[in-house]
């Protein structure tokens, strides 16, 4: 197939993401193992599975930060970006956040804001009038000028989540956005990606909290030992015995 139809039956396909068999290997160990999911324009997807599943490391395929698959392809509004660099990925339109917490905590809400905004090209007034729509879009301006170490945890969340929103992308992929919180704050966290995903957004959300994801996921998909062990509904997927053995079983034990 020469490079424009393929080009073509991507732009075809209708998804915002396709990953296709991607795999990454670490030395002798698949930490993901020939995963394929689509992800359709203004969705949320779920993706849930055990510590160790591969979840985090899937974003780092798709993302591109810090490495890319090691075989397979992920192919983003029609291109492959499987092999652009992370920065270049980004500039398509999509979007990662980290499991763990990343803010500069010496710094305030406004300059992370400003910081990730400027990393992504954003420069001057227009950089400000981003940074200030992001923190305006998650709620936490009331924040702006204290040190991001300060906040409470569920202003961090969204901290995070307005520093990856200011380069404006289409898909947005968050990992593990509620570890932590307490029931009324995951509340409040899901009303706003909710509001995010009315604005357009597509989102992939990887989450511990199965109930977060049963009350937004429109699809889940489960993994497990770094392959794709359930996709459906969250409902389906939630009581499929297979998830239960693999999933639930464990967390329980
Ligand atoms: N850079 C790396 N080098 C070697 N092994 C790695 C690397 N990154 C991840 N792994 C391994 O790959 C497997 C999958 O890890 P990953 O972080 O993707 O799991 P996860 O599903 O996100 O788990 P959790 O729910 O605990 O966050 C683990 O066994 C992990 O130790
Ligand atoms: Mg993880």
Redesign the pocket.
Known sequence: MNPTTEFASHRTSGHLLEVRGVSRR?GG?L?VDNVSVRVNRGEILGIA??????????FNLISGVPFGPTAGEVIFDGRRIDQMPAHKIARCGLRRTF?AEQLFPTLSVSDNVAVACHYLGGRGRSAKTSAESALETVGIMKYRDVPAGEIPLLAKKKLMIASALVAQPRLLMLD?PAGGLNNEDQADLILLLRELQKGGLTLLI?E?VLSLLRELANRMII?SS?ELLAEGSPDAVLSDPQVLEAYLGKAAA
Do not use: Y
Request: aromatic share 10%; net charge neutral; proline share 5%.
């Open positions: 670490f160990f930490a599975g055990p510590n160790g599943a591969g979840k985090s490391t899937l499991q593990e990887i511990h993994l770094g």
